[in-house]
Nanobody, 125 residues
Framework: QVQLVESGGGLVQTGGSLRLSCATS????????MAWFRQAPGKEREFVAG????????NYVDSVEGRFTISRDNAKNTVYLQMNSLKPEDTAVYYC??????????????????WGQGTQVTVSS
């Protein structure tokens, strides 16, 4: 079955960096676009970054543009999120998700069919 397993979350100070990983299995990874969402306490789940199966095509929410980088290693069936210059407002549970359709709307939750269990990222001020 499809599995998405995130790792790499933790506690970091403002301005610090973290690298999230999402190890996948149970499907042909190279044929799917992948994304990261996050959910902060009391807020709706929010799109953060996405990457098409062609790894050069990426998309970011404005608030992380220039600070976060999404990438993928198709040989390892893994997607990454490098997060630099972290801010307290980046504190959230981060989810790895599999996207249905390479060209569908990144921000529409209905375009994703499998989610990981999430990993907590906490940025202290």
């Amino acid at each position: 079955q499809v599995q998405l397993v995130e790792s790499g979350g933790g506690l970091v100070q403002t301005g610090g960096s973290l690298r999230l990983s999402c190890a996948t299995s149970g499907f042909t990874f190279v044929t799917y676009a992948m994304a990261w969402f996050r959910q902060a306490p009391g807020k709706e789940r929010e799109f953060v970054a996405g990457i098409r199966w062609r790894g050069s095509l990426t998309n970011y929410v404005d608030s992380v543009e220039g600070r976060f980088t999404i990438s993928r290693d198709n040989a390892k069936n893994t997607v990454y999120l490098q997060m630099n210059s972290l801010k307290p407002e980046d504190t959230a549970v981060y989810y790895c998700v599999r996207k249905m359709g390479d060209y569908s709307n990144w921000r529409d939750l209905n375009n994703y069919d499998h989610w990981g269990q999430g990993t907590q990222v906490t940025v202290s001020s």
